[in-house]
C-alpha cells in the first residue's frame, strides 16, 4: 500500500523556518522524482519544489528560489523541504508528490504551514 505522509508543518512568524518531511512506503522510492506542492485558501495548487530521481537536479519556483530547499534521503525513503525566511504569502497546505512516467503519481494528505505574527 502506498503512502505518503508529511509533517513539520504548524505556525512560524514571518523571517522563521520550518522543515517539512515526507515519509513514503510502498513503492520504489530512488526510482520516483519528487516534488513538494502547496495550496494556499482560494488559490490553486502550484509546485514548489522538485528534485530527480537520481537527486543531483533540484528546481524551485521563482517565489522560494534562494529560500527553500529540497532534499531527499533515499535510504529513509523520505523528502523534504527546508523553508526559511518565510513570509505571510507562503502560508498554504504543503503537499509532497512521487512520480514516475505518466501512472505512478502519488500524493500525501498536506500539512498545513501558517506565516503570521
Known amino acids: 500500500q502506498v503512502q505518503l505522509v508529511e509533517s513539520g508543518g504548524g505556525l512560524v512568524q514571518p523571517g522563521g523556518s520550518l522543515r517539512l518531511s515526507c515519509a513514503s512506503s510502498?513503492?520504489?522510492?530512488?526510482?520516483?522524482?519528487l516534488r513538494w506542492y502547496r495550496q494556499a485558501p482560494g488559490k490553486e495548487r502550484e509546485l514548489v519544489a522538485g528534485?530527480?530521481?537520481?537527486?543531483?537536479?533540484?528546481s524551485y519556483a521563482d517565489s522560494v528560489k534562494g529560500r527553500f530547499t529540497i532534499a531527499r534521503d533515499n535510504a529513509k525513503n523520505t523528502v523534504y523541504l527546508q523553508m526559511n525566511s518565510l513570509k505571510p504569502e507562503d502560508t498554504a497546505v504543503y503537499y509532497c508528490?512521487?512520480?514516475?512516467?505518466?501512472?505512478?503519481?502519488?500524493w500525501g494528505k498536506g500539512t498545513l504551514v501558517t506565516v503570521s505574527s
Open positions: 508528490n512521487a512520480k514516475r512516467g505518466v501512472f505512478m503519481d502519488y
Open positions: 510502498g513503492f520504489t522510492f530512488s526510482g520516483y522524482a
Open positions: 528534485i530527480a530521481s537520481a537527486g543531483g537536479v533540484t
